[in-house]
């Protein structure tokens, strides 16, 4: 076991040889890995990533494949929060699945939401900047 109590990615003191702050076991019982700030993907519950995934698939089946980019444009953001939206009233409603493609309403949304995401990363990528409107 490693004698000194400091983190060697962060040097913040830890007697126990882990390091909460930067998710790091420097015991010498471990390989050490620096962690710390990257993105954990292991938070999303997987059967949500199954879920989202199956909306992803159903999308492939009847458009093609990356069809959805097609939607760039200046009323994307529209399209598919109109999507989107439907999709959060049918749950309101109480309804778990979309009678058309059997996958959850919920899996649809993720999907709307990845878009976005995607669109605004690419929006800002093009201008240069992050936006705030």
Not at 3 to 23: A, E, F, I, M, V
Not at 34 to 52: C, M, R, V, Y
Not at 57 to 83: C, F, H, I, P
Request: aromatic share 8%.
């Amino acid at each position: 076991m490693s004698k000194n109590p400091y983190c060697p990615s962060c040097d913040n003191l830890s007697p126990n040889h882990y390091c909460n702050t930067c998710d790091l076991d420097f015991s010498g019982k471990t390989a050490l890995r620096f962690n710390g700030g990257k993105t954990d993907l292991t938070l999303i519950p997987i059967d949500a990533q199954e879920e989202e995934a199956r909306v992803w698939m159903r999308g492939v089946e009847k458009y093609g494949r990356a069809n959805w980019e097609r939607l760039w444009g200046e009323d994307t953001v529209q399209v598919v929060m109109a999507s989107l939206l439907r999709h959060a009233a049918a749950i309101q409603k109480g309804e778990i699945r979309d009678p058309e493609t059997g996958a959850m309403h919920a899996g649809h949304l993720r999907c709307n939401a990845a878009m976005l995401i995607r669109y605004f990363n690419q929006l800002e990528a093009t201008n240069g900047k992050k936006e705030t409107t």
